[in-house]
C-alpha cells in the first residue's frame, strides 16, 4: 500500500480533475444547427462549408444553453451577431430573442476563391442570465464549383406544337440556398425562363418544357445560371427533331407527351407499345 502522503495526493488530485471536467461540462456552449452542425465553446472555430461569390447563407444556432452552474436556459443567448466579417461582406444579425438565432450573411460577388474567416458571437444581452458572450470563428470556403448541373437527354424527338421535355437536374454541394434560371436560346418563337431555388446540400430535377411550330432539326443552347452569382452556371446543345410525322409523334410520347385529351388514355397505351418496338427496332 503507498504511503499516506501519496494517498491523500491521489486523492486531491483524482478531485481536481474531477472539479475541472465538471467546470468544461457547465460551461456555456453554442449549438450551430445549419448549415452544419456543431458545439462551440468560447473562442471555438467551425467549417461552415463552400459558397459561390455574392451568395448568401444563413447560419442557424440555438438559443439554449447550461450556465456555469450547469443549469440549462432555454432562451440563453439573445442574438447571434458578428463581430468581423470579411472586407465588402454584409450580415444580418438573428433577431432579439429568435429561436433558433438565423443570421445572414452575404458574400462580396468580387470575393476572389479561398477560404475566409468571420468572427461571430452569440450574446446574453445585459448578461442577465450571467453568460457573458460566447466568441467563435467561422470559417467558409470561397468557390464558384458549389454546383453539379446536367441536362439530358442531348437529342429529343418532337411533334409540331407539342411540348417536349428537357430534364434539368441541380446538385447543391454549398451552404447557400441557391437561385437559378433556366433558359433556352436558339428555337425560333420560343423564350421562357424557369425560375428555381435549390436547397443547400441537396440535389433536385427539373422539367423544362420546349416545343416548336415548324419542323425542322434545331440545335439550341439551355442555360442554367445562378441569379445571384454570375460565376455559377453551364450551357449544354440540345438537339431537337420536329417533323410532321406519326413517327415522332410515338417518339414525343415516350419523352411524356400527351397527343389528346385524357379520355383518350387506352389509345396512348397503344401508341407506347409502338414506340417502345420502334426503340427497340432502331437501338
Known amino acids: 500500500m503507498p504511503p499516506a502522503k501519496w494517498r491523500l495526493f491521489g486523492f486531491f488530485y483524482a478531485a481536481t480533475i474531477l472539479l475541472l ?17 456543431g458545439t462551440l465553446l468560447n473562442n471555438g472555430n467551425i467549417y461552415l462549408g463552400k459558397v459561390a461569390p455574392g451568395e448568401s447563407f444563413y447560419i442557424l444556432a440555438s438559443p439554449t444553453t447550461p450556465n456555469y452552474n450547469g443549469t440549462l436556459i432555454n432562451i440563453g443567448w439573445d442574438r447571434l451577431t458578428y ?14 430573442y429568435e429561436n433558433p438565432m438565423e443570421m445572414k450573411i452575404t458574400v462580396l460577388p468580387t470575393a476572389q476563391s479561398g477560404i475566409y474567416s468571420m468572427v461571430l458571437r452569440a450574446v446574453n444581452i445585459g448578461n442577465y442570465s450571467k453568460l457573458g458572450n460566447l466568441t467563435f470563428t467561422a470559417y467558409v470556403n470561397v468557390t464558384p464549383t458549389v454546383f453539379n448541373i446536367s441536362v439530358g ?11 417536349v421535355n428537357v430534364h434539368v437536374t441541380i446538385n447543391n454541394t454549398g451552404v447557400s440556398d441557391g437561385q437559378f434560371a433556366i433558359t433556352a436560346s436558339g428555337l425560333p ?22 416545343f416548336v411550330s415548324e ?6 443552347n439551355v ?12 450551357t449544354f446543345e440540345v438537339t431537337l427533331i420536329a417533323n410532321a410525322s406519326l413517327e415522332n409523334d410515338y417518339v414525343a410520347l415516350g419523352q411524356g407527351v400527351n397527343l389528346a385529351p385524357i379520355v383518350f388514355e387506352p389509345a396512348y397505351a397503344v401508341l407506347q407499345f409502338i414506340n417502345d418496338i420502334y426503340k427497340y427496332l432502331a437501338g
Open 83 to 96: 463581430v468581423t466579417l470579411p472586407t465588402g461582406w454584409s450580415a444580418q444579425p438573428s433577431l432579439l
Open 21 to 37: 471536467l465538471n467546470s468544461v461540462n457547465a460551461a456555456p456552449y453554442l449549438k450551430i444547427l445549419s448549415p452544419t452542425n
Open 189 to 210: 418563337a420560343w423564350n421562357s425562363t424557369e425560375n428555381i431555388i435549390v436547397l443547400h446540400s441537396r440535389q433536385n430535377n427539373y422539367i423544362y418544357p420546349v
Open 223 to 234: 442555360s442554367v445560371g445562378s441569379t445571384t452569382s454570375p460565376l455559377v452556371g453551364k
Open 153 to 163: 437527354p442531348k437529342k429529343i424527338y418532337a411533334g409540331l406544337n407539342k411540348p
Open 215 to 220: 419542323p425542322g432539326t434545331y440545335k439550341f
